[in-house]
């Protein structure tokens, strides 16, 4: 899964994040390999506890112990972000590399103001007076359709709705116009009408300002139509990366073909929709070879030993000693 060096934003090469508990080490995420090109738009996709969040968390430097992160190689941007010292690390987060929460209320400071908190976002990485701060704030509340932004930065956050709180964590992300963005399921707590706008308004910023963006979902429906690319995550590990149309129109691993299926259609209406059998393994005890063996229907003997991500097509990588189109 290798793409000309020179033209990545990001570059990640056999990512390991592992927490070492009492009762064993949990490997939450497990050699994990990500490319990124500038102004690319990728999908992190998988259920809960597949190691997706980890995985952005890892990217910007926020896993605490009992956690820890190695690496073959993080690049970023001409960075080698694993001998980066911490006052340059933090320097770059919020300035070069951004995130955007679950939860908003997890970026905005519910006892200031939202003039406030933007403006010391804007000064804490630029030399600019209050008043320049103030006016790039405003201008980019207008740009996540925000109403009225100037009254807006008057308020504090618990006089926002939800949607309302979650755009200003994302004009938040833009301020300093950063050059990758990493989305934690940021719409998941929010209407249908609001997600929609949010991912438009996502999406078109991207396309204008030249972003990266990783959009970490559970949600197939949602990143097919957002994304250029897809990766799925399971137990920690890439098992199918592509370009979104060859994913979604021709998946190759057993999961994928689960995560597509269990999506309502029009044409599915009053059928009962697909369920992948059993739950995700304990990434405390997960069975050698293939960790999605124990669900998938073409498991054979040969699943004992781990598989590795092999091109199946141009740009289309499959992590499954069984591979190939369902029919």
Request: glycine share 8%; aromatic share 4%.
């Given at each position: 899964?290798?793409?000309a ?11 390991k994040t592992?927490f ?35 995985t952005g ?21 001409g ?16 300035r ?15 006892t200031?103001?939202?003039?406030t ?12 007076s209050?008043?320049?701060?103030r ?39 833009l ?14 707590a ?6 929609g706008?949010?991912l ?37 590990r890439?098992?199918?990366?592509g370009?979104t ?42 069975p050698?070879?293939?960790?999605f ?12 030993n ?8 141009a ?13």
């Amino acid at each position: 899964m290798t793409t000309a060096t020179s033209s990545l934003l990001l570059d990640v090469q056999g990512l390991k994040t592992w927490f070492h508990t009492r009762e064993g080490i949990i490997k939450a995420v497990d050699g994990v390999s990500l490319q990124l090109k500038h102004g690319e738009i990728l999908g992190l996709v998988g259920e809960s506890g597949s190691g997706k969040s980890i995985t952005g968390f890892s990217l910007m430097k926020l896993i605490d112990a009992p956690g820890r992160i190695q690496a073959d190689r993080i690049h970023f941007n001409g960075h080698d972000l694993q001998t980066l010292p911490a006052d340059a690390y933090r320097q770059l987060r919020g300035r070069d590399m951004a995130m955007i929460f679950q939860d908003p209320m997890m970026t905005l400071n519910p006892t200031l103001r939202v003039d406030t908190q933007m403006i010391e976002a804007i000064q804490a990485h630029n030399r600019v007076s209050r008043k320049a701060a103030r006016a790039r704030a405003i201008q980019v509340l207008g740009m996540v359709g925000i109403p009225s932004p100037a009254d807006r930065l008057l308020v504090y956050p618990h006089q926002l709705s939800g949607g309302m709180r979650q755009r200003i964590a994302i004009a938040i992300a833009l301020l300093n116009a950063p050059k990758l963005i990493i989305a934690d399921e940021p719409t998941t707590a929010l209407d249908v009408t609001i997600q929609g706008q949010i991912l438009y308004e996502v999406q078109k910023l991207c396309r204008e300002m030249g972003t990266a963006l990783i959009w970490i979902t559970h949600d197939l429906a949602i990143v097919s139509g957002l994304a250029d690319r897809l990766a799925v995550m399971y137990a920690g590990r890439i098992v199918e990366t592509g370009p979104t149309g060859q994913i979604i129109g021709a998946a190759q691993h057993p999961y994928t073909h689960g995560l597509i299926s269990s999506i309502p259609s029009i044409s599915t209406r009053g059928e009962t929709l697909f369920q992948i059998p059993g739950s995700t393994p304990s990434l405390l005890n997960l069975p050698p070879g293939c960790p999605f063996q124990a669900r998938c229907y073409r498991a054979t003997e040969q699943c004992v030993n781990t598989p590795v991500l092999e091109e199946a097509a141009a740009g289309h990588w499959v992590s499954c000693w069984h591979k190939g189109v369902q029919t």
